[in-house]
T-cell receptor, first 112, second 111 residues
Framework: GQQLNQSPQSMFIQEGEDVSMNCTSSSIFNTWLWYKQDPGEGPVLLIALYKAGELTSNGRLTAQFGITRKDSFLNISASIPSDVGIYFCAGSTKTSGSRLTFGEGTQLTVNP | DVKVTQSSRYLVKRTGEKVFLECVQDMDHENMFWYRQDPGLGLRLIYFSYDVKMKEKGDIPEGYSVSREKKERFSLILESASTNQTSMYLC??????????FGPGTRLTVL
């Protein structure tokens, strides 16, 4: 089945720094999604991407749907302490129907 | 905004008990999903439903069943809870865009 490789697994940064994380796959994806999960809570949708090459921003967050349709990245600019959490990528393929494949997550720690 | 609610945030049950986890969404979504999330194992799909009274097995359906009698409600049932079902359970819903929206989760502990 499809797999998503998400990197890095964890990041420790100083407040104010920019952050970049990405997901890659050997399969072509039709949809890329980025979620954030706080401890003890459900994942919250940050950005949804539906078209190859699409670049979408949500405040300090920017995500792109790779041209090859096999990757996506998420950037966070000028990080703040409340950015702490686990960030997941997810995607769907032509054959997966409504099911999503999830990355393993990037644990972000922001030091004030 | 999409809202997905789960009946309990925290639940403690005893081994052998029958457990019901309820999920309700208010966006008229066709698809609903149940996942469990465990440290180091990520999100694993238990069951999903693409229409009322329809259900499909996910990757780890053993020990679970589901019910979808109304479009907005999707229930996960543990027929006889076991300690290895202690986990965080997450419900999600989506329309045809495949974008899933998650509920806040239920932390289930089976003693």
């Amino acid at each position: 089945g499809q797999q998503l490789n998400q990197s890095p697994q964890s990041m420790f940064i100083q407040e104010g720094e920019d952050v970049s994380m990405n997901c890659t796959s050997s399969s072509i994806f039709n949809t890329w999604l980025w979620y954030k999960q706080d401890p003890g809570e459900g994942p919250v949708l940050l950005i949804a991407l539906y078209k190859a090459g699409e670049l979408t921003s949500n405040g300090r967050l920017t995500a792109q749907f790779g041209i090859t349709r096999k990757d996506s990245f998420l950037n966070i600019s000028a990080s703040i302490p409340s950015d702490v959490g686990i960030y997941f990528c997810a995607g769907s393929t032509k054959t997966s129907g409504s099911r999503l494949t999830f990355g393993e997550g990037t644990q972000l720690t922001v030091n004030p | 905004d999409v809202k997905v609610t789960q009946s309990s945030r925290y639940l403690v049950k005893r081994t052998g008990e029958k457990v019901f986890l309820e999920c309700v969404q208010d966006m008229d979504h066709e698809n609903m999903f149940w996942y469990r999330q465990d440290p180091g194992l990520g999100l694993r799909l238990i069951y999903f439903s693409y229409d009322v009274k329809m259900k499909e097995k996910g990757d780890i359906p053993e020990g679970y069943s589901v019910s979808r009698e109304k479009k907005e409600r999707f229930s996960l049932i543990l027929e006889s809870a076991s300690t290895n079902q202690t986990s965080m359970y997450l419900c999600a819903s989506s329309s045809r865009t495949d974008t899933q929206y998650f509920g806040p989760g239920t932390r289930l502990t089976v003693l």
